[in-house]
């Protein structure tokens, strides 16, 4: 029905070429800025165009004369569309460090030199920029990245990790407008604006995007991906859950796909064992370092060899107790009573008073390394505070995303485990994207590369893990479900990226060939900087299969590391 409907809007579309006529836009323009209380020298400067000289250059300054009210997932406005020169230093990069798109400069040695730069907006305030290489350019694919967190920010160089490979390049706001971190205040009072945080705005935006995509092109889209970390993560299996028939291929990774699990449960869990009593938390750099050291001395050889990173955290048996300092004492490589008590409970899965699990996935050897920023202070960067993730979350979830309206007498610190989880499935409709059933996605040939990484201190990697066994269940065993969704479990990877490990990978192209060519990924090939430098390789085989050092060869290659699969099939 939406494939029909969109067909005939185009058709219409084709048939008349720019419903607004220019003279007409043209005096809305004016008035609106002479209503801004814009002078004549600014008004000027607005209006300032460089006279398109080529055949794309003009196409692009077309959009925003189109009228996209009718349009399937509308009404939505273009508010800008011009060509934008790519400067000598190349593309910009994405304020966030990701990894799974190769080299971490792969923006510096694109082809690309211009591109179609258009803005706009889905109602009511689903804000996009779609970026289009020119026509020579365009490898005639669609990129589209899912914001995190709880978006509110309309990343402009986002779309440059598809841009650079000769994607027509998406992304959006979630839906509203909101400060950077965890600012839940946006939703206050606001459904219609929860509702496309959760599940809506991603998909009406790329039916908007992909559109305006194939209006300029004058040709279909031929593939179509999505990829997007955490809550990006979380829409990307969003959408082979709602929307099979959005996209070929998805790559989430570290998804919070139990959103009012991770940021509501869990998130008052790790709080109320953090706590300090005076807004803050018993744990510190220090601290994490003494348990990183400790964890290292137990775990660190897990693959076969010293490499200075845990493989395998579940398998590791490491406990706070083991460096408690002496009774009363402390010290830089031991952990006083509260902070044992604090990480003993960061490690046990978040239960009621009867002792039923009610979030299975605590934080896990390993992890120590990104405690920083969720467990306890981190230090300052642009545009944030510093904070403490978990003590923020779950209030800020659950006061103002979890109802209609704001939600009173919020408190993490005094959480009812055995009362509250009940008074969050209104949140968990709108948010979670947990259902295994893929049979729609996996019938029209959908493929489903997901990553996550081992040292995330954000979303524990083994909640990855529950989800594709769940997938695995639901859709007949392993066989049926490696036919068209991987796990891989990046050893050292921080949230999305960064990390002592092995962040260098390209998880992008592995998915495009299983996609286009068939290829199934085998393995994916991870690197680990030293100076900017990859020093070492090693593989990464999907899940549950291990990379093991064979005993021979040089450690430091990938080619002298073994899967091993311990799993029954």
């Avoid at 300032?48 to 794309?56: F, I, L, M, N, S």
């Avoid at 775990?299 to 107790?321: H, I, M, N």
């Avoid at 695995?472 to 490990?501: C, S």
Wanted: glycine residues 10%; proline residues 7%; contains cysteine.
């Amino acid at each position: 029905m939406m494939g029909q409907r969109l067909k005939a809007w185009l058709t219409t579309w084709a048939e008349k070429p720019y419903p607004r006529p220019a003279c007409n836009l043209l005096i809305v323009r004016w008035m609106a800025l002479l209503f801004l209380g814009l002078s004549g020298p600014a008004l000027a400067a607005q209006e300032a165009r460089v006279e398109p000289q080529t055949q794309d250059a003009r196409k692009c300054e077309a959009l925003a004369e189109l009228n996209l009210e009718a349009l399937p997932g509308g009404p939505a406005v273009i508010t800008s569309a011009h060509v934008v020169e790519v400067p000598a230093t190349g593309l910009e990069h994405f304020i966030f460090t990701q990894s799974g798109y190769g080299s971490s400069t792969p923006e510096r040695a694109s082809r690309i030199r211009e591109y179609c730069s258009v803005t706009g907006y889905v109602a009511p305030q689903n804000k996009f920029v779609l970026k289009l290489p020119l026509s020579g350019d365009w490898n005639q694919k669609f990129f589209f990245y899912a914001c995190g967190g709880f978006c509110g920010t309309l990343f402009m160089d986002a779309p440059n990790l598809g841009l650079a490979r000769g994607y027509a390049s998406a992304t959006g706001n979630g839906g509203h407008e909101s400060a950077l971190g965890f600012d839940g205040v946006w939703a206050a009072n606001a459904p219609e604006l929860q509702e496309d945080f959760g599940w809506r705005s991603n998909h009406v935006v790329t039916l908007v995007t992909k559109a305006i995509t194939t209006r300029f092109y004058e040709m279909p889209v031929k593939y179509s991906y999505m990829v997007g970390n955490s809550k990006g993560g979380q829409a990307a299996l969003l959408e082979a859950q709602r929307f099979p028939e959005d996209f070929d291929g998805l790559m989430p990774s570290a998804p919070v796909y139990d959103y009012t699990g991770r940021d509501v449960l869990a998130g008052a869990w790790f709080a109320q064992a953090i706590n300090d009593g005076h807004g803050g938390s018993v744990l510190s750099a220090e601290a994490a370092q003494a348990v990183h050291k400790s964890v290292l001395k137990l775990c660190g050889a897990q693959a076969g060899l010293e490499e200075g990173l845990v493989t395998d955290p579940p398998s590791c048996k490491w406990q706070p107790e083991m460096i408690a300092c002496v009774q009363g004492g402390s010290g830089a490589d031991c952990l006083n009573a509260k902070q044992v008590a604090a990480v003993k409970r960061l490690m046990t899965p978040v239960t009621n008073s009867k002792g039923e699990v009610l979030y299975a996935y605590p934080y896990v050897p390993g992890t120590e390394t990104q405690w920083a920023g969720w467990n306890y202070f981190g230090a300052p960067r642009a545009g944030y505070t510093p904070r403490t993730a978990n003590l923020e979350l779950p209030v800020q979830h659950e006061r103002y995303l979890a109802d209609e309206r704001i939600r009173e007498n919020v408190d993490a610190l005094k959480y009812d485990f055995d009362r509250g989880p009940a008074t969050l499935a209104r949140s968990r409709r709108i948010y979670d994207a947990s259902s295994p059933n893929l049979t729609a996605f996996k019938a029209r040939g959908g493929k489903i590369l997901m990553w996550h990484g081992w040292a995330d201190g954000a979303i524990m990697a083994t909640s990855s893990i529950g989800y594709y066994e769940g997938v695995t269940r639901a859709m007949g065993g392993r066989k049926q479900t490696e036919d068209f969704f991987r796990l891989f479990l990046v050893p050292g990877v921080h949230h999305g990226g960064g990390g002592p490990g092995f962040t260098e990978f390209d998880s992008l192209t592995a998915l495009e060939n299983w996609v286009e060519k068939g290829q199934a990924p085998e393995k994916l090939v991870t690197g680990r900087l030293s100076n900017g430098v990859v020093e070492r390789t090693r593989p990464v085989f999907p899940y549950p299969v291990l990379a093991h050092y064979s005993g021979k060869g040089d450690p430091k290659q990938a080619d002298s590391f073994v899967p091993v699969d311990l799993s029954p099939r």
